[in-house]
């Protein structure tokens, strides 16, 4: 079974940015699509960004220009690169595998099999 970790949450300022790890436990990592999302509080669990095994590439239209998603299968680790950070990012971030290709449906939550623990993401001066 997949297992996912994420890190590299923290405290950010307006402006700044965050990087943040999703490792994997298995090296058959490379076959499976991964999204990350983000839950703030009092709101639904929404879609942030997404990477295919053929490292196709989509986001929400929050952050694109701004997030950007990529991956190291090699090292079993998909990293989401957060400049330029807003309050409005300030979130809990999961990173979630999917075995099946669903670029365009990417967002929903319920296409994924295996989540991590989520990581803390704040934006404040």
């Known amino acids: 079974q997949l297992q996912l970790v994420e890190s590299g949450g923290g405290l950010a300022q307006p402006g700044g940015s965050l990087r943040l790890s999703c490792v994997a436990s298995?090296?058959?990592?490379?076959?499976?699509?991964i999204g990350w999302f983000r839950q703030a509080a009092g709101k639904d669990r929404e879609g942030v960004a997404y990477?295919?095994?053929?490292?196709?590439?989509m986001y929400t239209n929050s952050v694109k220009g701004r997030f950007t998603i990529s991956r190291d299968n090699g090292d079993h680790t998909v990293y989401l690169q957060m400049n330029n950070l807003k309050s409005e990012d300030t979130a809990v971030y999961y990173c979630?595998?999917?075995?099946?290709?669903?670029?365009?449906?990417?967002?929903?939550?319920?296409?994924?099999?295996?989540w991590g623990q989520g990581t803390q993401v704040t934006v404040a001066s």
């Open positions: 990477i295919d095994e053929n490292r196709s590439t």
């Open positions: 979630a595998a999917t075995g099946a290709d669903y670029l365009n449906l990417w967002y929903k939550e319920e296409l994924y099999e295996y």
């Open positions: 298995e090296f058959t990592f490379k076959y499976y699509n």
